[in-house]
């Protein structure tokens, strides 16, 4: 049985990968797991049905038989456990890749979500122009570490996996802000994720879904 990923129909990126079941997508893709995608509205998020698979309303959300799982990195995480392709198989190195995707999810990105609520949600507020430097400061400070950390090394600790995964997913949120641009080696590991055939098969998946609703 396949499983099935939801992602939403109408997305509000414009096909730009940068919705999260493109991760999912992309670890699909790595694994060589076919999989079926069940488009749903925002409408549709918010009803009983959609709740019962995601408590959060959000996408995406994974079915497989009679496992359901909501949350991009929890999903990855389990095709990169029940498949090859996303995790070492010497014990010490496959924990630290997920290490690398906790650290993705839960210390990087964080403030790049931050940067995008104070630039929509918060853009009208007085006191917006105050607050946009010290959250561009703070991603920033994470890209200098993360910088400092890859190196001129192509992944982040050997062999490409679900921690370089998660974290290409997050640089591509950073991408537009312009501050990526500071940290050459960080641009050119988010080209390498982008390069991989795994991601362009995902990634044209993604966008074909907005070209057809547009």
Avoid: C
């Avoid at 049905?49 to 949350?71: N, S």
């Avoid at 964080?110 to 703070?138: N, S």
């Avoid at 679900?162 to 080209?191: C, Q, T, W």
């Amino acid at each position: 049985m396949k499983p099935i990923i939801t992602a939403f129909e109408h997305s509000p990126d414009r096909g730009r990968g940068l919705a999260r079941d493109m991760r999912v997508r992309w670890a699909l893709e790595e694994a060589g797991v076919a999989y079926d995608v069940r488009l749903v509205s925002f409408a549709a998020m918010k009803e009983p049905a959609h709740r019962a698979l995601h408590p959060f309303a959000q996408i995406p959300t994974y079915e497989e038989g009679d496992l359901v799982l909501f949350e991009s990195g929890a999903i990855i995480l389990h095709i990169a456990q029940h498949h090859a392709g996303l995790l070492p198989g010497d014990a010490n190195a496959r924990a630290r890749a997920i290490a690398w995707m906790f650290a993705a999810v839960n210390t990087v990105e964080p403030p790049v979500l931050d940067l995008q609520v104070a630039k929509f949600a918060e853009g009208d507020k007085p006191w917006a122009a105050e607050r946009m430097p010290l959250v561009r400061e703070r991603i920033r400070e994470r890209l200098r570490d993360l910088s400092a950390r890859l190196g001129d090394a192509d992944w982040l600790d050997g062999a490409f996996s679900a921690g370089d995964l998660l974290m290409i997913g997050m640089l591509m949120r950073v991408k537009p802000s312009g501050l990526l641009d500071e940290f050459p080696n960080l641009a050119a590991y988010l080209a390498r994720g982008e390069s991989r055939p795994a991601f362009q098969r995902a990634f044209a998946a993604q966008l074909a879904v907005f070209t057809a609703h547009a």
